[in-house]
T-cell receptor, first 112, second 113 residues
C-alpha cells in the first residue's frame, strides 16, 4: 500500500539556520504530494503541494520539489524563524482526491 | 482559525463511560472526516462523510460510532473505550471528496483511564 516516511524529530535549529526535512514515499501511479503544518495547540494546515514530477510547491518561504526518480519531496527553508516551530507532516494523495496518507510528522524547534 | 471547531478540547473518561466528540464547520464544505493522531504514528483516517453519507470506514472498531446529521456537523460517539484509544482526535472538512485540501480543527485530546 501507499506509505510516507519522514525523518524522525525533533529537529532543533537556531534562528536563521537552513532547514531540510526529508520525506520519501511509496505509491503506485502518480500521487499528489503535500506538506501540512501543525502549530502548537492547533489543527493541521496545508503548507504547500505539488501535483506532478518536477513541480515545486512553495509558501511562506518553504519549498519542496516533487522528485519522481528518488520518490522524494523534501521540505526546505533558507532561514527559519522561531515562529516556524511546529510539527510538519508529509502526505500523499494517489491521483489527487481526499484519501491522504500521512507520515508520522517531524517536530521542528527553532531557538534564538 | 480554520473554520472547523471541535469540542471539547480535552476529555478524560473511564473505560465504562459514554461520551461524544463534536465537530462543526462553517466553511460550506460537503465532506467531513475523523482522524486519529497518536504519538510517533501516522495520522489514521477513521471515517469519511460526503453529503451526510458515510463513504469510508477504515476498519474502525465499533466502540467508535460516527454520526453526521448534516454537512456542517459531525459527531464521534465513544463507549467502552480502551486505554490504547487515548489520542488526539482530529476533525477535518473539504469542499468535496475530490478535493485534497483539508481544513482541520484543533482536535480533542482524549485520555482513557
Amino acid at each position: 500500500g501507499d506509505s510516507v516516511t519522514q525523518m524522525e524529530g525533533p529537529v532543533t535549529l537556531s534562528e536563521e539556520a537552513f532547514l531540510t526535512i526529508n520525506c520519501t514515499y511509496t505509491a503506485t501511479g502518480y500521487p499528489s504530494l503535500f506538506w501540512y503544518v501543525q502549530y502548537p495547540g492547533e489543527g493541521l494546515q496545508l503548507l504547500l503541494k505539488a501535483t506532478k514530477a518536477d513541480d515545486k510547491g512553495s509558501n511562506k518561504g518553504f519549498e519542496a520539489t516533487y522528485r519522481k526518480e528518488t520518490t522524494s519531496f523534501h521540505l526546505e527553508k533558507g532561514s527559519v524563524q522561531v515562529s516556524d516551530s511546529a510539527v510538519y507532516f508529509c502526505a500523499l494523495s494517489p491521483g489527487g482526491g481526499n484519501k491522504l496518507t500521512f507520515g508520522t510528522g517531524t517536530q521542528l524547534k527553532v531557538e534564538l | 482559525e480554520t473554520g472547523v471547531t471541535q469540542t471539547p478540547r480535552h476529555l478524560v473518561m473511564g473505560m465504562t463511560n459514554k461520551k461524544s466528540l463534536k465537530c462543526e464547520q462553517h466553511l460550506g464544505h460537503n465532506a467531513m472526516y475523523w482522524y486519529k493522531q497518536s504519538a510517533k504514528k501516522p495520522l489514521e483516517l477513521m471515517f469519511v462523510y460526503n453529503f451526510k453519507e458515510q463513504t469510508e470506514n477504515n476498519s474502525v472498531p465499533s466502540r467508535f460510532s460516527p454520526e453526521c446529521p448534516n454537512s456542517s456537523h459531525l459527531f464521534l460517539h465513544l463507549h467502552t473505550l480502551q486505554p490504547e484509544d487515548s489520542a488526539l482526535y482530529l476533525c477535518a472538512s473539504s469542499p468535496g471528496v475530490a478535493n485534497e485540501k483539508l481544513f482541520f480543527g484543533s482536535g480533542t485530546q482524549l485520555s482513557v483511564l
